[in-house]
Structure formats: structure tokens, C-alpha cells
């Protein structure tokens, strides 16, 4: 009886794991990486992450779907993106023209 609890709560664990979704990848300006700063995706299933001394910064959520990522950088920028259930690369830049900072994909 044990055996088969223990068995069941470890495929819940894994079912659980399994159905994760990630966003990773680099964030640059100017061609420099960008420095530490937050990262959130408000989506199906919200995340939130910091980017790291080189840019990089990777994102896990609970569910794939559509994700309105914002970095908390120049007033906070947004791009929408899609999360898959297999790790997705999103390169990010920001870019000012005429003043005004945006966020695309490289």
C-alpha cells in the first residue's frame, strides 16, 4: 500500500514537472548585454526572473500559452511571446528611437 502512494505521489511530481514551460535567452542594448534587471511574464501561468551580469536570463512557468513579457527597465518595456512546452530562445534588444525605449527580439 505504501509502495503504490509513494509511486502515485511520485508521478504526480513528474506529471507536474513535465508540463513546465521555459523562455530563455539574452537581453542586450547598444550590444551590451543589459544590466541585472526583472523580468515578468503575465500570461496563462505568470513567471518571474531576474537577468544575470551577462543578459541571460531564463523564465519557468506552469503552463505554455501566450506571455506579455515585461522587464522592469526604462519605465518597463513589453513584447508579447509565446511559451511552448519545450524551452523556447527568445535573443531580446532594446532600442531607442526618438527617445522612446523598445523591446523586440534580436
Do not use: W
Amino acid at each position: 500500500m505504501k509502495q503504490s502512494l509513494s509511486a502515485g505521489i511520485l508521478g504526480i511530481f513528474l506529471a507536474t514537472a513535465l508540463s513546465a514551460a521555459e523562455v530563455h535567452g539574452t537581453i542586450s542594448e547598444n550590444g551590451k548585454p543589459l544590466p541585472q534587471g526583472k523580468l515578468a511574464c503575465e500570461g496563462a501561468a505568470g513567471a518571474s526572473a531576474s537577468t544575470d551580469s551577462f543578459g541571460g536570463y531564463s523564465l519557468k512557468t506552469s503552463a505554455a500559452g501566450d506571455c506579455k513579457l515585461t522587464l522592469d527597465y526604462k519605465g518597463g518595456l513589453s513584447l508579447l511571446v509565446k511559451v511552448y512546452d519545450k524551452p523556447s530562445r527568445y535573443d531580446l534588444v532594446v532600442k531607442t528611437e526618438g527617445g522612446k525605449a523598445t523591446l523586440s527580439r534580436k
